[in-house]
């Protein structure tokens, strides 16, 4: 399917990857509906950082209201559906709130794409559907394991999409991105939070668990995964990984980062950082095959070169002055 000449709307446009993708798009002259969570301030989250042009209509609601889904997705063709609550340790704090947003707010907008007859839906996902890896690299056969209220609220979204897809014939795609990390990310997750805390002049940075390992996803990586699946009739009615095929761990990620930005540092325990045993996800690692054979699809900042291409990238834009007082590296965000 050719993008051109389509209206797009992206969920969760005032997100982390939300906000790139909507820049990429608009920056690539597609004409894009930017879906963000109302607030009475008017803020429109990290679009608010991005750069925009004529070409993107900002609409403010909230995914879990079916109405507003309808208003924004009538009149688009394609919708891709990022809106969702993703950090992991608040949902141990508010798992109702996840069930809302990532079961609820997905079926509204899948409902909407049936009623309105879209031609795509790219629904996202994550790795963490599948839990601590019974077997490397992890293929999109692998076992499904809520070891955490927000993988099990995922886990709930993407059956949804995939009963609207064999039910309703909504032409549904589920693209599963792993961990991805670059400019703009909360500094709840490790990167930015590394890079904060050393930014700032911290030296003894507070950390969780070090030895689990990850694959991350460079977010131009990430964004182009999202075009691509659009893109691709062979995608949909199918489950794709979006991962780099490379395993590091916590610990090497954090030594790394330190490489990047030439600081000697010490790291301590914090339990607050620490998941509950049984929750935590030891080990992730991608098979991208099927996102090559289907997709054409490969990541750019690929192997252990790559990830320190992103990291540069990353340090540069939170080393900014204007970037980094947006955060605040003494404090853990959860």
């Not at 939300?18 to 008017?42: I, M, P, Q, T």
């Not at 395993?247 to 990047?260: F, K």
């Amino acid at each position: 399917m050719v993008l051109e000449n389509k209206k797009i709307l992206v969920t969760g446009a005032d997100g982390f990857i939300g906000s790139h993708l909507v820049e990429h798009l608009a920056g690539k002259g597609h004409d894009v509906r930017a879906f963000v969570l109302y607030n009475s301030l008017g803020s429109r989250g990290w679009l608010d950082s991005a750069s925009l042009d004529k070409n993107v209509e900002v609409v403010a609601g909230d995914i879990r209201d079916a109405q507003s889904v309808r208003t924004a997705v009538h009149g688009c063709q394609v919708v891709l559906h990022l809106a969702a609550l993703i950090s992991i340790p608040y949902s141990y704090r508010a798992p109702e709130s996840f069930l809302d947003t990532n079961v609820r707010g997905t079926m509204n907008v899948l409902q909407a794409a049936r009623d309105f007859q879209v031609d795509r839906v790219v629904h996202t996902s994550t790795s963490e559907v599948y839990g601590t890896a019974r077997f490397v690299p992890i293929t999109e056969e692998h076992p499904l394991q809520g070891q955490s209220p927000y993988s099990a609220s995922k886990i709930a979204a993407d059956q949804m999409a995939t009963a609207f897809f064999t039910s309703f014939d909504v032409p549904v795609a589920i693209m599963r991105p792993f961990n991805t990390y670059g400019p703009r990310q909360s500094a709840r997750a490790v990167i930015p939070t590394v890079i904060c805390q050393i930014a700032s002049g911290t030296r003894s940075l507070r950390l969780g668990a070090l030895h689990p390992t990850r694959d991350f996803n460079y977010v131009g990586d990430t964004v182009r995964a999202f075009v691509a699946t659009a893109e691709s009739d062979n995608a949909v009615g199918e489950v794709i990984n979006i991962g780099g095929n490379f395993e590091i761990s916590i610990g090497d990620t954090v030594r790394l980062i330190t490489e990047v930005m030439d600081a000697r540092v010490s790291v301590e325990t914090d339990p607050e950082r620490l998941r509950p045993k049984a929750s935590e996800v030891e080990r992730l690692w991608a098979d991208n095959s099927k996102a090559k054979r289907l997709l054409g699809w490969e990541p750019a900042f690929a192997g252990r070169d790559g990830l320190r291409r992103g990291l540069e990238k990353t340090v540069a834009w939170f080393k900014d002055e204007r970037n980094l007082r947006l955060y605040r590296p003494d404090e853990y965000s959860v």
